[in-house]
């Protein structure tokens, strides 16, 4: 147990970078242009844009998982993706609104955040310099 801390990982402090900070703010731009973009998509061209959109999404929160290799790399996507697709729900006074009546707004706005909570909840990437708790190993 030389040079290692006490505790687990989760008991360290978090280092957070300018560089790692910009990541986080840029993956949740992305998920603004990704909920932008999909919902457009899902109205467009239905099944079609739909599923595109959906695998968009899926796509830029697992993406986040991996680039990071923490819950908060699918956290900001999905925070700039429901700011964006809430956005877009509510309408204006006019009645005008993005989202038409139907089921495949709804598909896509449950869909979506089923598909970030499933990433935030897969198993994270190994932790470096962590050792078998078994003994001997």
């Known amino acids: 147990m030389s ?3 006490p505790g687990g990982f989760l008991a360290r402090p978090v280092r957070l970078r300018p ?3 910009a990541g986080y703010f840029a993956l949740g731009v992305l998920g603004v242009l990704v909920g932008i973009a999909g919902a457009v998509a899902q109205g467009g061209w239905f099944p079609g844009g739909l ?3 959906l695998l968009a999404t899926a796509g830029l929160f697992y993406g ?4 990071t290799g923490t819950q908060l790399g699918v956290g900001a996507p999905a925070a700039g993706w ?5 956005w877009l729900s509510v309408g204006r006074a006019e009645g005008d609104a993005a989202f038409a009546a139907g089921l495949g707004p709804l598909i896509f706005l449950f869909g979506g955040m089923v598909v970030a909570v499933m990433c935030a909840t897969m198993s994270r990437l190994p932790q470096p310099g962590t050792q078998s708790a078994r003994m001997g190993k």
């Open 3 to 5: 040079g290692q801390q």
């Open 19 to 21: 560089g790692r900070i």
């Open 51 to 53: 599923v595109l959109a």
């Open 64 to 67: 986040g998982l991996r680039a």
């Open 82 to 86: 429901l700011i964006a697709t809430i």
